[in-house]
């Protein structure tokens, strides 16, 4: 026997993998995949494996490889074994594994598991639709099966370079699915398949089969598309030897739906979740809601951190029925974790979208992280999004040359009837002392107000001085934003929307200009 022979040995305990294809960013499947494949693996104090079937290489690309393992990073799955971790079954990309696959095909050739198969794809093709149209089956009819020594030496006189298939055996395979319950497929409906390409290179059924043995996988939790392929990878397991006690149980996890109950794909909704993370969703967000999408922690709770999900996911608690993909579920569930993070937590995640919006240096400066810091609190109650961030704090961060207000709600509030008001509120701050949110709070409430113009709170702080300082009508609390903001700032951004509201232009070309910019 050698190293790479089937004995399934005693590896100890759960040994579960997530096998991606990289062949793009990680989607929303993939990643639930994987966060079942790790909360198993943490539920049962078993090890979690990484492994990239990338032996494709022309769908498969080292960036691609990467950009996955940035993104299980990124949401703390972390692997036992795989790429970067190393691990006795290596090595973990399906490129570095070919002599292996070779040996177990000509081990399947000789044992008389498998077979050359000269078929072209255009006589594959005409057999199919005379099957389809005769009402058989329109599978491989196993038509090279048993040929002669005559036949095969014509199809290589015909320069034919043959694959290799695997000789499905009759009858009927039947498992018990940790998700599904017991399964049985009528190898009636499952012909002989191919094990390799013309050149030699791996297909699937025979690369996962043969690393699942040889990495000794005590459980393939995977998606439902997979499920018609179980029986083939049972084939391959008996025709390396492996005993029947010693397969891997299979968990077909439910399909994730889009909006339209159909199965979730990027014709009908963003699955990347790359996507998501550029838009400010947090990792333990998005690990809360997929685990949602098929399992339940129970007790009607939603929310749980990944420690308590190590902690009590169960594969029999997997729903068998598929589950729908809802954005604004992850939305308000991502507006939770936004709210229970530690401000100082929160000031770190947000900043490198200020940055990305060019608000902020990267690194930021002193006053920059300390102005960071002291803003942050003020929104973190308010967004579902880190990506909102940008929009609310921005005005405290931008250049005055650069301050813009936004049309619409400029061209509502800064009317001339706004005039007064604006004129009130920057004599009355010109001499608020000391220059806190308190004392700030005071001097507009008694110049707005009952005591001053007697105006409504709603009338006197939601409309034309929140959109002279902050450019919008929604935003931070004024009174702390206007602190932040400091004295001359303030009173600059006061007396420009009084021009603007006034019909000027605010940056002094006169009456009429009303361009709306600061």
Known sequence: MTEHDAAPGEAGG???????????????????????DWAFARSTGGRFVLRIEDTDQTRVTPEYIESAQDTLRWLGLDWDEGPGAGG??????????????????????????????????????????????????????????????AQIAAYEAEGRRPVVRF????????????????????????????????????????????????????????GEDLLSSTPRQIAVYRAMGVPEARFPVFAHLPYVLGPNGQKLSKRNGVVSINWYRSQGFLPEAIDNYLALLGWSPGENRELFTMAEMATEFDLA???????????????????DKIRALEPADFAARITPFLAEAGLVATPPTAAEAELIAASAPLIQERIATLGEVPAMLGFLFID????????????????????????????????VEPWAWEAIERALRGALLEDGLGL???????????????????????????ELLGRDRALGRLARARVIAAGGDPNGGGAGGGSGLL
């Open 14 to 36: 759960v040994r579960v993998r997530f096998a991606p294809s990289p062949s793009g960013d990680l989607h929303v499947g993939n990643v639930r995949t994987a966060l079942y």
């Open 88 to 149: 006795p079954f290596g090595p973990y990309l399906q490129s570095e594994r070919l002599d292996i696959y070779t040996e177990w095909v000509d081990r399947f050739l000789s044992g008389g598991h498998a077979y050359h198969c000269y078929c072209s794809q255009e006589e594959l093709a005409q057999r199919r639709e005379a099957a389809r149209q005769a009402g058989r089956p329109s599978g491989y009819d196993g038509h090279c099966r048993d040929l002669t020594p």
């Open 167 to 222: 000789k499905m055996p009759p009858g009927s395979t039947t498992f018990t699915d940790l998700v599904r319950g017991e399964v049985t497929f009528d190898h009636a409906h499952v012909p002989d398949f191919t094990l390799t390409r013309s050149d030699g290179a791996p297909l699937y059924t025979l690369a996962v089969a043969v690393d699942d043995v040889i990495m000794k996988i005590t459980h393939v939790v995977r």
């Open 317 to 335: 608690k997997v729903n068998k029925n598929a589950a729908q993909f809802d954005v604004r579920k992850l939305e308000s569930i991502n507006g």
């Open 400 to 431: 005055e040359a650069k301050f813009t207000i936004d049309p619409d709600d400029g061209a509502k509030a800064l009317t001339p009837d706004a005039e007064p008001v604006l004129a009130a509120a920057e004599e009355a701050l010109a001499s």
């Open 456 to 482: 409504k709170p709603r009338a006197a702080f939601s409309g034309a001085l929140r959109v002279a300082i902050t450019g919008r009508r929604t935003g931070p609390p004024l009174f702390q934003s206007i």
